[in-house]
């Protein structure tokens, strides 16, 4: 299979929260997107850079889960890039220890020949002319291009967001940077200026409050969040949830609403995952049974007969 | 019929919007709540007192919808309650201009004998103390009693609600209340310890983010809130989704989980009516087909085939 490409960082990951805190395990945007794709039925091929310190057995767990790495660039002269943060109490803030972007600083992406037929192409969050440059490089335009941002890049490079917006058909954002990047607070309104800069697709994440997506046709979805026992870690849900949804969409190979509204579940369900573990452990053990089982609950949390 | 009583204010309404203004309109909790009700097929019966300038016209909107108004008492010594209150431009904020308790500081309940058999009492939200001493001139208690209430009662007289909550089967508050009644941030364990002080089933209102509900057995539903092309007024909503909520179990005669999901919706629907024109206007001109057609929109925006 050869659907998907994800590009997007791959760091180590020092997390505490809680319940708990990690050694540096592995991080970075690109492990929780592809890991959670992989989980749908498609081999997820990664355009990265690591550094030195990236071991084998760093290499394996992405190598294990169906994961391609022709893409990923080994950088002998530094080391990988490293994120420390601590959450408070009730996990809804989380403090930066720590940022060294190491070898992520120079990151100049190669995308593989073998990567170039991918039909669905996922941008994890990254500096918009990163994200740009490796749609560039594609020969053929995947079918489905998705990008994730967030407000550091409207506020830090708004001209080149806006350039690497037009290029793409998904955007996936929160609310409140949907506020930012339109300028609008009544979300209806952010959404249809949004859409308007050519986007198909616009998906507003709202955390504990479930996602929306819209579509450039005047269509909506709402999908609730699970309501969990225990959230032990909160890093990386909103990339396994673009994971999710990506991996639903080059799975099925179709881009319509029916299809982006269970990519939307799918998504949710690989966040809420996500979320019970700490760092990528929970989507590396999930079985096609457990994906099952939690699809129905986000069928059986929002059915109603009137 | 004679399912539903509802007791709660009544009073004359001036309300500023970036749409408009208002003069004085009838207002206060128990016509946005009766008017909602009346709408799903109950003739709800109301416990409120009015002033000597609650003139017949007023009664007439409450009567040409079905509105019993035997249980109102007209105080010909004082005016009716009034409140003024201007809204941002987002619609986020109000600023309160003027309240004048008026009659309703000195509202002493009478439950009239022809009310003492209804399935179903909503109690909107007045002082604990009141709705106690509703609840307690039933000969034969209600099947569902369901009871709203806000966080200056939380603060003000918490033993007094303390009380009044263990005497009822349904609370409805909003996610911040839920998190200050509870002492607990995550939602869930807020959710569980509520549910303790002895209730079936906990409504946890989140504006724009939709509605939830756990029952007391395990359960949970989450309901989304519309998107609406226009807000024109947010006066009213909450009191007009716990109108439809217990509109729609007096109507089935039913309190199991699938009927509350239902009623749920029936609230969510009547919420999003009631902020599309000023006041109660929109809930006095519904249609049986107004109100199918919104069902519908709930469904398609939360169904998906996985």
């Known amino acids: 299979m050869n659907e998907l490409v994800v590009a997007g960082s791959l760091a180590f990951d020092a997390i505490e929260t809680p319940f708990g805190k990690t050694d540096k395990i592995i991080g970075g945007a690109s492990p929780y997107i592809s890991l959670a794709a992989s989980r749908l039925g ?173 579509s450039a046709d005047g269509n909506y979805f709402s999908a609730p969040a699970l309501i969990l026992d225990t959230v032990v870690d909160p890093t990386g849900c909103g990339d396994s949830f673009a994971g999710g949804f990506c991996g639903y969409v080059a799975a099925k190979g179709k881009t319509d609403f029916e299809t982006i509204k269970a990519a939307v579940i799918a998504g949710s369900v690989m966040g809420s995952f996500c979320c019970e573990k700490f760092g990528t452990e929970n989507l590396q053990n999930l079985t096609d049974q457990d994906i099952a089982e939690r699809v129905k609950q986000f069928e059986k949390i929002t059915s109603f007969k009137f």
């Open 42 to 214: 498609v081999k997820p091929r990664l355009v990265s850079v690591v550094g030195n310190d990236f071991t084998p057995e760093f290499f394996d767990i992405l190598h294990r889960n169906g994961v391609d790495t022709e893409g990923v660039k080994v950088d002998n002269n530094q080391k990988t890039m490293f994120w420390a943060g601590k959450y408070n109490k009730d996990m809804n803030e989380r403090t930066t220890l720590k940022t060294e972007l190491n070898c992520f600083e120079t990151f100049n992406p190669t995308v593989p020949e073998s990567y170039k037929n991918a039909k669905v192409l996922m941008l994890g969050n990254i500096t918009p002319t990163i994200q740009s440059a490796i749609i560039k490089q594609f020969s053929k335009r995947p079918d489905l291009i998705v990008l994730d941002t967030m407000n550091f890049w409207m506020e830090r490079t708004p001209k080149e967001l806006e350039e690497t917006i037009s290029m793409v058909d998904v955007l996936t954002i929160n609310d409140e940077e949907a506020r930012q990047l339109s300028g609008e607070f009544v979300l209806l309104k952010a959404a249809k200026k949004i859409l308007a800069k050519g986007l198909k697709y616009l998906i507003i994440k709202k955390g504990d409050n479930g996602a929306l997506v819209f």
